[in-house]
């Protein structure tokens, strides 16, 4: 009776481990996928800023500004939605520099 408790006492231990292997390797796998996915956004909103900038002539500092907003507002339908968001708001930035550009000459 005592080698059968004792059996089932390592099995036991070696499920444990097992498991605690398993984990480790799962949350590994769920870092990684998060470092990519935050690598992936950063990538994508660097670009959006530089290409709003050029695209609607402003500075990065004011694209910055722009492409934060444009985040809030459409990061929950995908990155289309971000970059539509900052063509509009560029848009209407840039008539508003625009105006400001007349002003001052």
């Keep these: 009776m005592e ?3 004792a059996r089932k006492q390592a099995w036991q231990e070696q499920v444990k481990r097992q498991n605690e292997l398993f984990a480790e390797e799962e ?3 769920r870092e990684e996928e998060r470092r990519k996915k935050q690598s992936e956004k950063e990538n994508f909103l660097e670009d959006l800023k530089k290409e709003i900038a050029h ?3 402003m500075s990065l500092e004011q694209s910055e500004i722009l492409v934060a907003q444009a ?3 459409g990061h929950s339908c995908g990155y ?7 063509q509009d708001f ?7 520099l625009d105006i400001q550009r007349e002003i001052d000459y």
């Design 3 to 5: 080698e059968l408790q």
């Design 27 to 29: 949350r590994q796998i």
């Design 55 to 57: 695209d609607y002539d």
């Design 71 to 73: 985040w809030e507002h």
């Design 80 to 86: 289309n939605e971000v970059r539509s968001y900052a």
């Design 90 to 96: 560029g848009e209407w930035v840039e008539k508003i």
